[in-house]
T-cell receptor, first 114, second 114 residues
Framework: KAGVTQTPRYLIKTRGQQVTLSCSPI?????VSWYQQTPGQGLQFLFE???????NKGNFPGRFSGRQFSNSRSEMNVSTLELGDSALYLC?????????????FGAGTRLSVL | GQQLNQSPQSMFIQEGEDVSMNCTSS?????WLWYKQDPGEGPVLLIA?????ELTSNGRLTAQFGTTRKDSFLNISASIPSDVGIYFC??????????????FGQGTTLQVKP
């Protein structure tokens, strides 16, 4: 069974641009969660999607958004990039059923904002 | 908010030694997870714990769910060079509306000297 796939692996953008990251979950998993990882703040939850609906959201500005498609694939968008958005963005998939908390992570997308 | 305090922050040990790390919180959790992250990769699930007092092993790794439900411990026996990496504890926060979210500790960086 294929794991969680994130594309691209690396991305370089400049301030003010926008970026879209993609995540394909494990087959059969309906929940996709996104995290930002930085040396200073560690792993922080961005949002979670289940059945094409955002079920939960962390404390990030509205520049961070996402969506999920009918095949459970998810995309995350960051608009008007700032230097502080440089980070490793991780997505994780899970079955999404009640009480199921095991999340499986992709390798991440390393975003550098210049 | 709910936080996980992980210690030690880093460890530098000799190959063959045993390793212990722990994760504590002022909040109660119903699930504890331990992940390992290699450089440039996403976290990989090592052990999942679901019941207070539970002791679970995965090869040379053993983890325990604290009886107060506010802490968890991870032990690695007879360390080898490939144990190098960052170890994270994680837990889903309690309360409705917290689906798809994990809280992470700050991580323990392990270095093993051959």
């Amino acid at each position: 069974k294929a794991g969680v796939t994130q594309t691209p692996r690396y991305l370089i953008k400049t301030r003010g641009q926008q970026v879209t990251l993609s995540c394909s979950p494990i087959s059969g998993h309906r929940s996709v969660s996104w995290y930002q990882q930085t040396p200073g703040q560690g792993l922080q939850f961005l949002f979670e999607y289940f059945s094409e609906t955002q079920r939960n959201k962390g404390n990030f500005p509205g520049r961070f958004s996402g969506r999920q498609f009918s095949n459970s694939r998810s995309e995350m968008n960051v608009s008007t990039l700032e230097l502080g958005d440089s980070a490793l963005y991780l997505c994780a998939s899970s079955l999404g059923s009640s009480g199921e908390n095991i999340q499986y992570f992709g390798a991440g997308t390393r975003l550098s904002v210049l | 908010g709910q936080q996980l305090n992980q210690s030690p922050q880093s460890m530098f040990i000799q190959e063959g030694e045993d390793v212990s790390m722990n994760c504590t919180s002022s909040s109660i959790f119903n699930t504890w997870l331990w992940y390992k992250q290699d450089p440039g990769e996403g976290p990989v699930l090592l052990i999942a714990l679901y019941k207070a007092g539970e002791l679970t092993s995965n090869g040379r790794l053993t983890a325990q769910f604290g009886t107060t439900r506010k802490d968890s411990f991870l032990n690695i026996s007879a360390s080898i060079p490939s144990d190098v990496g960052i170890y994270f504890c994680a837990a889903p926060p309690a309360g409705s509306g917290n689906t798809g979210k994990l809280i992470f500790g700050q991580g323990t960086t392990l270095q093993v000297k051959p």
